[in-house]
């Protein structure tokens, strides 16, 4: 559910990255889902090693927004360089107020410098960066969720008897000593 509520986030603000690995990670947790339920050990195990990549990926994104490293949350990097949009967090989070500027004497009506965003409670930056560790903290969870299902499941296999009470512990508790039968006339 919460990353289903980031990817609405990121279409209204047309954060194209964003949207495509929110994507992926929702059709993989419905795969890792559907591997629990049918015991299928392999989705699991394919959920656990996307969750290490979308662990990656939210700990990119904060130091994004964050400005490590020689990033800038200014670069239009989440949206493929396709737009000037930003997070829909920067001109619509918790009490902010939005007013559009008239254009100055360049003429360029698309540019977002001409939107004046004031008041606002907590910084865009901030609501991205509490998204994806959330995202962390979720996965991190899940991750070792699936890595005991995973051994539950592994446990099974190694305890299952496929033919039929030949192992060594049922042969010893079940093995019948056989009598003689003596016939007499």
């Known amino acids: 559910?919460?990353?289903?509520?980031?990817?609405?986030?990121?279409?209204?603000?047309?954060?194209?990255?964003?949207?495509?690995?929110n994507f992926l990670h929702i059709i993989v947790v419905i795969l890792g889902l559907f591997g629990?339920?049918?015991y299928r050990p392999?989705?699991?195990v394919v959920y656990t090693?996307?969750?290490?990549?979308?662990v990656t990926w939210n700990v990119f994104i904060i130091c994004f927004y964050l400005e490590v490293g020689g990033l800038s949350k200014d670069t239009d990097l989440m949206t493929f360089n396709i737009s000037v949009h930003r997070s829909w967090w920067r001109e619509h989070g918790p009490?902010?107020?939005?007013?559009?500027l008239p254009p100055s004497?360049?003429?360029?009506?698309?540019?977002?410098?001409?939107?004046?965003?004031?008041?606002?409670i907590v910084d865009f930056q901030y609501l991205e960066v509490i998204h994806s560790a959330v995202q962390i903290l979720l996965?991190?969870?899940?991750?070792?969720?699936?890595?005991?299902?995973?051994?539950?499941?592994?446990?099974?296999?190694?305890?299952f008897d496929f033919i039929g009470?030949?192992?060594?512990?049922?042969?010893?508790?079940?093995?019948?000593?056989?009598?003689?039968?003596?016939?007499?006339?």
């Open 1 to 21: 559910l919460s990353a289903l509520e980031r990817q609405i986030f990121d279409f209204l603000g047309f954060q194209w990255a964003p949207i495509l690995g």
């Open 36 to 38: 629990t339920i049918q």
């Open 42 to 44: 392999r989705y699991i």
């Open 49 to 54: 090693v996307w969750t290490a990549l979308w």
């Open 95 to 100: 009490g902010c107020v939005r007013r559009v």
């Open 105 to 120: 004497a360049h003429g360029m009506t698309d540019d977002y410098t001409y939107v004046s965003v004031t008041g606002c």
């Open 139 to 159: 996965s991190l969870v899940g991750f070792v969720y699936a890595c005991y299902v995973i051994s539950i499941f592994m446990e099974e296999e190694d305890t």
């Open 165 to 185: 009470g030949l192992d060594a512990h049922s042969y010893c508790q079940d093995h019948v000593t056989l009598k003689p039968v003596h016939l007499s006339k």
